[in-house]
């Protein structure tokens, strides 16, 4: 798939002194697709996802976004590439200084200098998009719920139109019922862009809603890629027991750091 892949990982290899965190990463995701990552904390998930996205540089591999070659890029193909793109953190992470349509319009004015008029309007559709009203627009950020904060941070995301869309453990720190929310929002406004998703989780209800193909990843490589809908099936231990939550299995669980 690499030749059509809109993100491709080849060998992607990182470490922190003597901590090997990716050893050989191989990924693909294509165009529309949404693909999960998956694993325990600390298997390397995060830092997979700051690499493709440029904030880490692999000492070994490829990392290609639309074709071109992001490790090693310069500061102009590494900007062009992130203008294509939507993330939503994990902490929503909205700027407390602004108001919510200028947190979801930011990308708007800050990287496109659309006037200030247009583009709060755009983000007040956004806004009706994750099933917010206007009546939010003026408000703080601080003064939202968790689970709004996770609503607006995704409007944010979608504002720009992006062909690729990141997701940052989408679930953690809200409750069963509004992660259930935003994952049904995550599918709704990615098939309506279009776009390509890359969703890093330890949620497997999360993983299981919102992607066609979940890889899992442990100690430094993936281990196991398929779509979801062989997840239950396949014959992997290592999977078979991060998706059951066994403490009892091949795993290497590091429990002194629990």
Request: net charge negative.
């Amino acid at each position: 798939m690499s030749d059509t892949a809109k993100i491709s990982l080849r060998d992607v290899h990182k470490s922190f002194g003597p901590k090997k965190v990716l050893q050989g990463v191989n990924l693909d995701v294509g165009p529309g697709e949404s693909v999960a990552i998956i694993g325990g904390s600390g298997t390397g998930k995060s830092v997979t996802l700051k690499c493709v996205l440029g904030l880490l540089l692999p000492e070994q591999g490829s990392i290609k976004v639309n074709g071109t070659e992001m490790v090693g890029a310069s500061r102009s193909t590494s900007e062009d590439m992130l203008a294509h793109t939507g993330m939503l953190f994990q902490g929503a992470a909205l700027f407390d200084s602004l108001p919510v349509w200028e947190n979801v319009a930011f990308g708007l004015i800050e990287g496109r200098g659309m006037k200030r008029k247009q583009a709060r309007d755009i983000a007040i559709a956004r806004l009706a998009d994750v099933g917010l009203g206007s009546e939010v627009a003026n408000m703080s950020p601080a003064s939202l719920s968790g689970g709004m904060q996770k609503r607006v941070g995704l409007a944010r995301a979608i504002a720009t139109e992006p062909e690729i869309l990141f997701f940052d453990e989408p679930t953690t720190g809200i409750d069963p019922i509004m992660g259930d929310v935003i994952n049904d929002l995550i599918v709704k406004c990615t098939r309506e862009l279009g776009a390509c998703a890359m969703t890093i989780t330890h949620d497997m209800a999360s993983a299981r809603k919102i992607a066609d193909r979940v890889a899992m990843l442990y100690q430094g490589k993936i281990i196991w890629d398929g779509p979801v809908s062989e997840i239950d099936k396949a014959d992997n231990p290592y999977l078979q027991q991060f998706v059951s939550g066994d403490i009892e299995g091949p795993l290497d669980l590091d429990l002194k750091h629990l």
